[in-house]
T-cell receptor, first 112, second 112 residues
Framework: DAGVIQSPRHEVTEMGQEVTLRCKPI?????LFWYRQTMMRGLELLIY????????DSGMPEDRFSAKMPNASFSTLKIQPSEPRDSAVYFC??????????FGDGTRLSIL | ELKVEQNPLFLSMQEGKNYTIYCNYS?????LYWYRQDPGKSLESLFV?????AVKQEGRLMASLDTKARLSTLHITAAVHDLSATYFC????????????FGTGTRLTIIP
């Protein structure tokens, strides 16, 4: 059974460029989460969706970040324009309600 | 705002020894999750504890939850090298919520 699939695995881009991270959740899961992990701030929840609807986006750092979930099998996290301080590992996770979240392998993002 | 404190943050222990990681959190919650992360890898779910007094065991790891004390523990018995990893506890931000707050993590190193 395929787990949560994220792409790309690594992204290196220059400051000011648009970055799009993609996530395919586990089939049937109705909750999807985007996290960011850095050494300084640990693991932070950016936004989560339930049944494709954004429920809590209070962790989105600023307007440069946006996330969508157009259907139950796909979500994107977009950063525009990107800045060096956005460099981090971004994880997508999915779950059934009240069940453990299953994490993807993450996208390692470097903004130069 | 929910605060989640793990201690110790770093732990080096010899193979064969026992130790306990503590997770204190500041709000009422109905459940708690434990995750493991190997360096450069994703997070893997270990346990979900669903009620006060819950105890779960898997191999050399045993987790417990005391919702009244707002405390969870992860006990390691007769440690072996392949348990070296970072361990995170994660309660929901409040009762019934899907949004988790992850602790700072405990980096465990098992020394032969």
């Amino acid at each position: 059974d395929a787990g949560v699939i994220q792409s790309p695995r690594h992204e290196v881009t220059e400051m000011g460029q648009e970055v799009t991270l993609r996530c395919k959740p586990i089939s049937g899961h109705n909750s999807l989460f985007w996290y960011r992990q850095t050494m300084m701030r640990g693991l932070e929840l950016l936004i989560y969706f339930n049944n494709n609807v954004p429920i809590d986006d209070s962790g989105m750092p600023e307007d440069r970040f946006s996330a969508k979930m157009p259907n139950a099998s796909f979500s994107t996290l977009k950063i525009q324009p990107s800045e060096p301080r956005d460099s981090a590992v971004y994880f997508c996770a999915s779950s059934f309600i009240r069940e453990p979240q299953h994490f993807g392998d993450g996208t390692r993002l470097s903004i130069l | 705002e929910l605060k989640v404190e793990q201690n110790p943050l770093f732990l080096s222990m010899q193979e064969g020894k026992n130790y306990t990681i503590y997770c204190n959190y500041s709000t009422t919650s109905d459940r708690l999750y434990w995750y493991r992360q190997d360096p450069g890898k994703s997070l893997e779910s270990l346990f979900v504890l669903l009620s006060n007094g819950a105890v779960k065991q898997e191999g050399r790891l045993m987790a417990s939850l005391d919702t009244k004390a707002r405390l969870s523990t992860l006990h390691i018995t007769a440690a072996v090298h392949d348990l070296s990893a970072t361990y995170f506890c994660a309660p929901p931000i409040n009762f019934g919520n899907e949004k988790l707050t992850f602790g700072t993590g405990t980096r465990l190193t098992i020394i032969p």
